[in-house]
Each structure stands twice: as C-alpha cells, then as structure tokens.
C-alpha cells in the first residue's frame, strides 16, 4: 500500500521548507503555516495580497535563498532565519521584527550573484507581507496542496544522472513511497485518501526554474526542466500533482495510507 514518508510546509513563499511529522489541512483546503509570508519586491502589481511569483524574491529568481533554513513559530508569530546552521536573522511579525528580517534578507540578495535583486534598485525596498496566519502566498491563488511518487524522483534521477536528486528541489508537500515511476501523473480526476482526508486530483504540476537550484549549495546545477521534456516526452515539464479538498479538512500523518478512486 502506498504510504506518506515526508510532509513539508514552507512558511515563506520561495524559501526553504519545515519538515513535518503532521500538516493541518484548513476547511478551505490549504495546509496551516504553509506560504503565510513573503518577501515581495517594489513592482508595479497593486496590493498586499496574492500577485504572480515574479514579483517575490523566490527561488525561481534567487536560487541562492537554498542556503537559507527557516523555522517559523506560528503560535508566536517569530521567524527565525539560519545560514550554514548559523543564527542569520531572528525576529516577529511586528513592525520592527519585519524590518529587521527585511534588511538581513536585502543584504543578502543583492550580494549573490544572481538575484533580481542585482542591478535593479528600482526593485526595492523589500517588503515582508503576510499575517503569519493566512496562507495566500501559493504559485496558485487557489492555493492547492502539492504531491509526488518517490518512483516518479528515482526515475528522473537516473535520466538526469544523479541517484540521489533531492527532493527540496520540487518544492512539494507530500512525498509518497509505494507508486509505480509517474503513476501519479495519471491521476487527473480521481480522488485520493490520505489517512482520514480526502481529495481530488486537480491537474499535474508544471515546474519552473526553481527545480534547477541545488538545495544544498544554492547552484543551479541540473537541467531538470530539460530532462522531464526530453526524457519524457514530457509536452511541458511536469512533476507531482496538485490536490483540492474533497470534504472537510483535517490532519495527515507521515505514515498515512495512500489510496486512489475514481470519482
């Protein structure tokens, strides 16, 4: 029977993520803590709430943002920022904890050799959106919880020629062990059970640059779009699926089952 074996949460849009031993999964069918902030950049994309990626400090753009780890406390509200396991930035979501985080996180980016950052002031200040509550920061605005089939990672790592391709780089939710190599893609309009959650299949997920940056040194390293078109005959590249809620919310384990129906 397929089965979860990893959970992740990413509190701040396009930065890394929170291993979980459980997700909450909200009536409205996002996971609690998870895209609650974000870095966003002086664009001309009116408003505070949900806008396209571009227009944050993300991974797609910055890859170097691999090499910072986060922790976020939700209850009380204070992120916390490390960098080669050192302290980086600390601070809440008060107008002096955002302007502190602000500043460590500018610094930072216009020092890398390739960010958006770079050569373009017009793009700052920074800003540090989000109630810490909220999530609305999704690639999606419809917010969808994202999944895929280790099968599908150890398939992919052999084309591309690395047995131990990670991952972080798929920015996922729930990793499942147990499906057959790209069984998941198949999954369009069905529903899924995961322990006492149910979903449905909303479309399989098109990737973008982001994969390509190596979790560990902040690289772009791999032609992992390249690879899923090439090898695959893949139209556009496409890994792991996106879920909506089908029925209530709740809470999924590691350890769960995983079970697939027609609808």
Request: hydrophobic fraction near 40%; charged fraction near 20%.
């Amino acid at each position: 029977m397929p089965q979860v074996v990893a959970l992740n949460r990413y509190p701040v849009k396009g930065f890394t993520p929170e291993a979980c031993d459980a997700l909450t999964i909200l009536a409205d069918g996002r996971i609690a803590g998870d895209r609650v902030l974000a870095f966003r950049m002086a664009t001309d994309v009116p408003g505070d709430g949900w806008a396209p990626k571009p227009n944050f400090l993300v991974l797609m753009n910055t890859p170097g943002l691999a090499l910072l780890k986060l922790r976020y406390d939700q209850a009380g509200r204070r992120l916390a920022i490390t960098h080669n396991s050192a302290a980086f930035a600390e601070g809440g979501l008060d107008p002096q904890g955002r302007t502190q985080l602000v500043a460590a996180v500018t610094k930072y980016a216009v020092a890398l050799k390739e960010s958006p950052l770079v050569g373009h002031p017009e793009r700052l200040p920074l800003r540090l959106l989000g109630d810490g509550e909220t999530p609305q920061f999704h690639d999606d605005p419809t917010g969808r919880i994202t999944l895929h089939g280790r099968g599908s990672l150890a398939s992919l790592g052999t084309a591309i020629g690395d047995e131990t391709l990670n991952e972080h780089r798929f920015r996922t939710n729930i990793s499942v062990e147990g499906l057959a190599p790209w069984e998941e893609l198949g999954w369009s309009g069905r529903r899924v059970r995961i322990g006492g959650v149910l979903f449905s299949v909303a479309r399989p997920l098109i990737r973008c640059l982001a994969t390509q940056a190596n979790p560990l040194s902040g690289e772009r390293d791999l032609p992992v779009l390249a690879t899923l078109t090439e090898s695959f005959s893949q139209e556009r590249p496409t890994f792991g699926v996106a879920l909506a809620l089908d029925g209530s919310g709740g809470v999924i384990h590691v350890g769960d089952e995983v079970t697939v129906s027609e609808r």
